[in-house]
């Protein structure tokens, strides 16, 4: 057994975290930053965290990952990073010449309390930040919520550093995808383009993390935001931020400095979050749903009433960022299967309470944590207790799922040993259907692999 | 490496590189960049502070302690102090394969456990020490292992918490658990290498030597510096319990407590990746007697030269007899094997840029294969392992890396015995076995090769350029980036998630590997059919015609 050490009995653990359902913030910021075009991250703390982070995005893309690091020492952390960052900022534009930078922090800087945009400042006077180059910026500390958390400080960051208001309003509404695949953030674009709605995306790392060998390394690929783009977010109608936890701040300091009203959405994931971000997106571009979407959509509806057997009552774990599995939730009864055990190591209360809702009629029984300790331990023990059909979540279940013997379906972050996220979506009708694939795959594998002789199907 | 083919002269690329560094950049660099002459003693600068923004691949203090030392270690519990992140990201990431039996001894295995206090801002606040003992408890409560290590994150040494007070209280409380703090908080050193450091002495603090128990073999060797990536270990374990050979304790592939408690017994220490556990080595030697080499088990050649050195050791004939018996059974395949590969990498070009040892060690690899090496350096080696130990004394400490601990070892007065005479060891490095020695990397390689130590991306990038490399060696957050030039890479941290690569059986899954990746037909196909032709003057006129 791969797991071996865990027990059945689920004791109280007030101090301890055992196979966290989340990491820390700086990583999700580095991933925000790559959403824009031809910037460079870059971790102001120790060198470790950019590596790590660094390694971790690689892992989960197979694709080259850049980003600096201030390298503090010792003398650094006791006396402060400025200077660290300073030289880190001029040795970035004079040697890999990004357009812009951008500057995320970790446990260390945080703690000490460097004063970031002072220091970018600083940069600026001094004449280490060439004309027409830009350092933005945010806080991510790693002791404050997690990875999610960091993203949504970059989402900020970059609003914060690159969004205008003219005074002239523009015909487009801002999209917020929130921590979605590249593949996820070119589907919302193609929805957008079959809407006819005119959209702003940032983040936006198509492009960015799935960038095709054409046999010519390029530091900052084809993809990404463009700068001017997200300047004219001030501009914009409206903004729909998909994902409370990743997309919601930035929304409302758009709303706040530029008066461009939010709405926040689930990220559209399966059949109802996507009818609502349909409808909210030609709302707000104030454009008709074409009739091909009538067919789109049919066409999910269809495979999951053809398949439905399969699905109808089945019980599912699931484990990953609150933004993400709330949506997926949504869709599971929509499928009619019952969620059991949902843990994100993500904190914030709405969670909890939403599932809670949510699963009220088809799942009353739902098990569900978020938070400090709402970790991968306990959602192996909940489901030593109650066993389950399907297991969805990050690479980490695979070890779960090999103990238990549950057909596993990976979704989320990271995914460190299988391909297809950077390239397939899941967002969108057309998203769903692949979800479904990977479901209906891995339950009915199990089915071929466990029926008796006598009752192996060929049609199914 | 043959005469006649000479590398070409790297000087006019290393002044590209520094051109586009600021000035104090370039001058900095500059002494980390060496065109090799074996004849001469060279010094390369190494182990000094990153360069900030200059996009390094070096990791952190706390990843050379709990990621690469006590990592492999299958019984102990690893508990981080510190946010979520540094324990997340050291989860299952290295390779270090483990093999713990269920029904024996309970079969104790937490390497699929990630251990963490997930310190929240009230913790850096108020401090976590009272979150840490909590957390040992807890540990201890639901798992009941036998040790549990306390690793030390950035914030921890700057808000105070006093990690080895917690642990002292806690192994006092509980009883029956070693519990024993690292403070390898990220920033202190300039690299993993400190992190090596403060691993090895908490380990010879709190374990070393607290089993007195007689080993029950003969012939009793500790095999120091291998992690058994890929089960490379496990290919050692192999052929020494062939060869009639008993490791005592692994540091710290498939290690155990035990294991690391009664390694003092041992009567020869070898060491394979000197960086990380010279400092072991010198340790035990210092205290109980125990004398080291430095063996190299990458490449069929370098571990029979490796089983040699341990026949030559002992002065045993039957020993001897034995481990050439068994080179003589593992070889023909080798050679078999390596023959077939050759047809496809003779003559081609490799680059290594990895860790503190591999960067030296998969040279013998390559050249069994008849790749040369043009250019090589490690993240955080320091002068020793590139100029070889000679060059210790002139080594001077900088202020980056003063503050790592330096413990004091004195001859233990009622367990020291010397395994060998002075004469006999000074015999035995006259005849080449380099006991208490490690010649380093440089002397190993090709006039003009190019050698840099801690090597940037800019640097990576002019490189590939200059070289056109067949085959380039690193790790992940190269390899896509080496790839997209269209450059195979070779991880040699992960191994591409294959192996082992160390022994006999090693060396022909290397050979295997490396003659996939050179024949692998995609890289001719980068180019789209369309974009190919367009300058193929054949067709061209073919076309007009």
Known sequence: MLLRHTPKEVSERKALTVNPAKTCQPVGAMYAALGVHGCLPHSHGSQGCCSYHRSTLTRHYKDPIMAGTSSFTEGSSVFGGQANLLQALANMFTIYNPDLVAVHTTCLSETIGDDIAQIVKKATDDGKVPEGKKVIYCNTPSYVGSHITGFANMCTGIAKGLAEHTGVAKDQVNILPGWVEPSDMKEMKEIAARLGANIVMFPDTDGVVNTPQTGEFKMYPDGGAKVEDIATAGDSIKTLALGKWASEDCAKYLDASFKVPYEVLDIPYGLSATDRFVQALASAAKVEIPESFIAERGRLVDVISDMSQYLHGKKVALYGDPDQLLPLTEFLLDLDMIPTAIVSGTPGKAFSKRITEMCAEKAPNVKVANGERADMFLLHQWIKNEPVDLLIGNTYGKYIARDEDIPFVRHGFPILDRIGHSYFPTVGYNGGIRLLEKMLGVIMDRQDRDAPETRFELVM | ?545
């Open chain 2, 1 to 545: 490496m043959s005469e006649e083919k000479k590398l070409p002269d790297p000087s006019g690329l290393k002044e590209e590189i520094l051109a586009k560094y600021p000035p104090k950049i370039a001058r900095k660099r500059s002494k980390a960049m060496v065109i090799n002459d074996p004849e001469l003693d060279q010094q390369i600068q190494s182990n000094v502070r990153t360069i900030p923004g200059i996009i390094t691949q070096r990791g952190c203090t706390y990843a050379g302690c709990k990621g690469v030392v006590l990592g492999p270690t299958r019984d102990i519990v690893n508990l981080v102090h510190g946010p979520i992140g540094c324990s997340f990201y050291a989860w299952l990431t290295r390779r270090n394969q483990t093999d713990a039996d269920e029904i024996v001894e309970g079969g104790a295995n937490y390497m699929t456990y990630s251990f963490s206090t997930d310190m929240q801002d009230d913790n850096i606040v108020f401090g976590g020490e009272k979150k840490l003992a909590q957390a040992i408890q807890e540990a201890y409560d639901i798992f009941k292992p036998k040790a549990i290590g306390v690793f030390s994150t950035c914030p921890v040494g700057l808000i105070g918490d006093d990690v080895h007070a917690v642990s002292r209280q806690m192994k006092e409380k509980l009883g029956d658990c070693n519990v024993f703090g690292f403070s390898c908080e990220g920033y202190k050193g300039v690299s993993q290498s400190a992190g090596h450091h403060i691993a090895n002495n908490q380990l010879f603090r709190h374990v070393i030597g607290l089993d007195d128990s007689q080993p029950e073999h003969k012939y009793n060797v500790n095999l120091l510096g291998e992690y058994n990536i890929g089960g490379d270990g496990f290919e050692i374990d192999r052929i020494f319990k062939k060869c009639g050979i008993n490791i005592i304790c692994t540091f710290s592939g498939n290690s155990t407590m035990d294991k690391f408690a009664n390694s003092h017994m041992a009567d020869l220490n070898l060491v394979m990746c000197h960086r990380s556990i010279n400092y072991m080595a010198e340790m035990q030697e210092t205290k109980f007697g125990i004398p080291w080499m430095k063996v190299n088990f990458i490449g069929a050649e370098s571990t029979a030269k490796a089983l040699r050195k341990v026949g030559e050791y002992f002065e045993d004939e039957a020993l001897k007899a034995r481990i050439e018996e068994v080179i003589a059974e593992e070889m023909p395949s080798v050679k078999e094997r390596v023959a077939k590969a050759r047809k496809v990498t003779e003559g081609k070009l490799a680059m290594l840029f990895v860790g503190g040892s591999r960067a030296h060690h998969y040279q013998e690899l390559f050249s069994e294969l008849g790749i040369k090496t043009v250019s090589a350096g490690y993240e955080f080696g320091h002068r020793d392992d590139y100029e070889g130990r000679k060059v210790l004394p002139t080594i001077k400490v900088d202020a980056d890396s003063r503050n790592i601990e330096e413990i004091k070892v004195e001859k233990d007065e009622t367990r020291y015995k010397p395994r060998a005479s002075e004469e006999k060891l000074k015999a035995l490095d006259e005849k080449g076995l380099e006991v208490s020695d490690y010649r380093g990397m440089m002397p190993d390689m090709a006039d003009q090769s190019l050698i840099v130590d801690d090597i940037s991306h800019w640097e990576t990038e002019k490189l590939i350029d200059f070289y056109k490399p067949d085959i380039f060696c690193a790790g992940i957050k190269e390899k896509y980036v080496v790839q997209k030039s269209g450059i195979p890479l070779k991880q040699l941290h992960s191994y591409d998630y294959g192996g082992p690569y160390a022994g006999f059986e090693g060396a022909k899954n290397f050979y295997a590997d490396i003659e996939k990746i050179l024949s692998t037909s995609i890289w001719k196909k980068i180019k789209a059919p369309w974009l190919s032709h367009e300058n193929d003057p054949c067709i061209c006129a073919e076309y007009v015609a």
